[in-house]
């Protein structure tokens, strides 16, 4: 079977566009890969979050990814922080990796032009943590998004020239995920563009309803087809596409008929839009509710997943040592 790994920012909540753009393909991988999700609880550090909120966030991003059906009984869940062998590997992979390569990383030099004040060397050393990341359970897939495709090609350089430093093919080259599904991009409701935490457009997973049904009410509209048939300005389009996903089909079209023959009425069309998203969230908001509640749940998976996850480490780390020439007294 084929070894996937992916982590998983703790920071904030998840909305409909991650649900969409990736978590329903998450969910749909752990079927038939050797899945590795795991909170990447060391990458959040580089930004130095309150001590105070760390394990909360954690928490909050575990309850939600298993509130969306990912199965610790089929893929290995697991906190960063619990597999000290990955900080191993990242020491190792360090001395290997340089300087300039580091420097040069897009992200890099955008956090640093951002955040002149917080240029730490965990800043710079990102991609060897992701890469130990990868390389510990010797992935051959990564499913990443766009903004993640400059550290997998990283930690496929750090994969090649440690098996080529050491003689070894001991780590396969990781590959992004070939998706099967397809990618849907959720557009926000503010009339261009996509759906995302930073745009300050997003509906989230386990919002409140009240609050999704006020956002949903606010969307950006315009005064109307003139035309029959008229070809839907972005804003309008955006509503559909919205409805297509979380609607029936019955709805789509009646709303859709509506729109061709000139007799929508946008208020109604939004009414229907957010009780459809309250619905569709509905379930996935009260597993999170029920799973946050429960202490004991949230400590059996997280032991279960770094028990597996320490197991896998383990074994790439003995090659590792091996190769690079530790021995035992
Ligand atoms: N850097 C990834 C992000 O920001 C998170 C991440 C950390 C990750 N380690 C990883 C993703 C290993 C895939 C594989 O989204």
Redesign the pocket.
């Known amino acids: 079977m084929n070894t996937v790994?992916?982590?998983?920012?703790s920071t904030g909540n998840l909305h409909l566009g991650n649900y969409f753009g990736a978590i329903k393909n998450f969910v749909q991988m752990q079927n038939d890969n050797n899945c590795f999700f795991?909170i990447?609880d060391w990458?959040s550090l580089t930004t130095h979050p309150n001590p105070a909120d760390l394990h909360t966030n954690v928490r909050n991003v575990l309850a939600e990814y298993l509130a969306c059906g990912i199965d610790p009984e089929k893929a290995c869940i697991y906190v960063?922080s619990d597999i000290p062998e990955i900080t191993e590997l990242y020491l190792l992979m360090n001395m290997n990796a340089y300087l300039g390569e580091l420097q040069r990383t897009t992200s890099f030099k955008d956090k640093a032009r951002k955040h002149p004040e917080n240029i730490n060397a965990g800043l710079l050393t990102?991609p060897v943590?992701?890469a130990a990341?990868?390389l510990i359970h010797r992935?051959k897939q990564?499913?990443?998004?766009k903004?993640?495709e400059q550290?997998?090609e990283m930690?496929s350089k750090f994969a090649k020239r440690f098996n080529n430093t050491y003689g070894e093919e001991l780590f396969p080259i990781p590959k992004p995920y070939s998706f099967t599904g397809e990618f849907i991009k959720i557009p926000g409701l503010d009339g261009s563009g996509k759906m995302g935490k930073s745009e300050g457009n997003a509906i989230g997973l386990v919002e409140d309803p009240k609050a999704i049904k006020k956002k949903v009410m606010k969307a950006v509209s315009d005064s109307g087809p003139t035309e029959m048939n008229q070809e839907k300005p972005e804003a309008i389009q955006n509503l559909f596409t919205l409805m297509d996903v979380v609607s029936t089909k019955d709805t789509f079209d009646f709303f859709n008929d509506k729109y061709n023959s000139c007799e929508i009425r946008y208020g109604d069309l939004k009414k229907q839009l957010a009780e459809d998203i309250i619905n569709f969230n509905a379930p996935i908001r009260e597993k999170f509710l029920e799973i946050s509640k429960d202490d004991e749940y949230l400590r059996r998976v997280t032991r279960l997943g770094a028990e597996q996850a320490r197991e896998s480490a383990a074994k790439t780390l003995e090659e590792v040592r091996r190769l690079m020439g530790f021995r035992k007294f």
């Open positions: 790994v992916s982590g998983i920012r795991f990447a990458h960063q990102y943590l992701m990341d990868i992935a990564v499913p990443v998004g903004d993640q550290n997998l930690a």
